[in-house]
């Protein structure tokens, strides 16, 4: 196992794919699903299911806690799930694990993590600094400061909508 030294004290599991094994991961099905369900060109589609392959490996391949995805890598995460058979095999090959999507309950204690922000910069360790706009969030609904601007992947925000459960 290696982990991630700085602020995010982070674990990746090494019988874990690596993150270019899973981010080449091509499944052109889940593409033409978001291009069709959210009336996209392809190559938006497709930098959407890119990203939505970074975000299941932070949550398949890491030991992270209180990640969650954007709104755009939740439109790929619904589309990829809608194709049951292709995920649980992405999963288990790649992490040797299913990765439940678990969205909030509204019975669920309010959270005090800004879970983007963890997400976010959790991403950036691992795949470097020039993520896309995928990883843009509304800074409205952060748990800070109300603010009125658009975060760009570069800025703080947050937000606890849905976050990965792997069933441990």
Known sequence: MKTIPDKLPVTINSNSASPAAVISYENSDVV?????????????????????????????????????????????????????????????????????????????????????????????KIFGPGLSDNWAYDIRSAECQPCTSRCSPDTGGGGDECTPDSGD
């Open 32 to 124: 033409e699903r978001i291009v069709r369900e959210y009336h996209i060109v392809p190559a938006q589609a497709e930098s959407i299911f890119r990203d939505t392959l970074r975000f299941l490996y932070l949550a398949g391949a890491t030991d992270a806690k209180h990640i969650a995805p954007t709104k755009n890598i939740d439109i790929g995460w619904h589309a990829f799930l809608m194709f049951t058979r292709d995920y649980a095999e992405f999963c288990m090959t790649n992490f040797g694990k299913f990765i439940h999507h678990a969205p909030r309950r509204s019975s669920d204690a309010p959270t005090t993590v800004n879970s983007l922000a963890v997400t976010f910069e959790l991403a950036r």
